[in-house]
């Protein structure tokens, strides 16, 4: 089970100068409702070295780039949910735009995003580069995404009859 810390301590505990030969993968995300797609992306990016990091979008951060009715959870929720996956190491959140500093500070060793971001899209990616690491893309897992399963969720409740008042 992963933990939850503070970009601080996670400096601390597998910065650059704590990490010995331990290889540190980074991915971030919104996570929002963690599916099956979610999963297999966060085991394979762990198969990728010995200690996964997972950077998480702060809930303003979200409802930025997805809209006023994102998050569905909150942040805290999010972390706790993450965290308890084996494959986690470390969640961290971050509240700029994008995780650009972060990785910077942290300069893990992998870099891994999803498929649907195009190489040049990818943001760390000079500076993991640039310290020797490397940056993978990972498939994304076909039918899974928040977006669809709340587009479909939206779609049954409106399907279904409205209860007959009291």
């Known amino acids: 089970m992963g933990r939850i ?3 601080e301590e996670l400096s601390a505990l597998v910065g650059r ?3 010995g030969s331990r290889r540190v993968v980074f991915t971030n995300g919104c996570f929002d409702l963690l599916h099956p797609g ?3 992306t966060l085991e394979e990016a762990r198969s990728l070295g010995d200690v996964l990091v997972v950077g998480l979008n ?3 951060g979200v409802r930025k ?3 006023d009715t994102r998050p569905v959870f909150g942040e805290d929720e999010r972390a706790e949910l993450l965290a308890a996956l084996e494959a ?10 994008t995780p650009r500093e972060l990785i910077a500070q942290l300069l893990p060793d992998v870099l891994v995003k999803g498929a649907d971001w195009g190489s040049t899209e ?3 990616r000079e500076e993991v580069e640039a310290a020797g690491g490397r940056v993978v893309s990972i498939p994304l897992e076909a039918g899974y995404s928040t977006s669809g399963i ?17």
């Open 65 to 67: 780039a997805k809209g």
């Open 58 to 60: 702060r809930d303003a």
């Open 88 to 97: 986690v190491d470390f969640v961290v959140l971050f509240g700029e735009p």
């Open 122 to 124: 990818i943001v760390g």
């Open 5 to 7: 810390v503070s970009q």
């Open 38 to 40: 979610h999963i297999r």
């Open 17 to 19: 100068a704590k990490r």
């Open 150 to 166: 709340l587009e479909k969720i939206r779609k049954l409740s409106q399907e279904l009859p409205n209860p007959a008042p009291g």
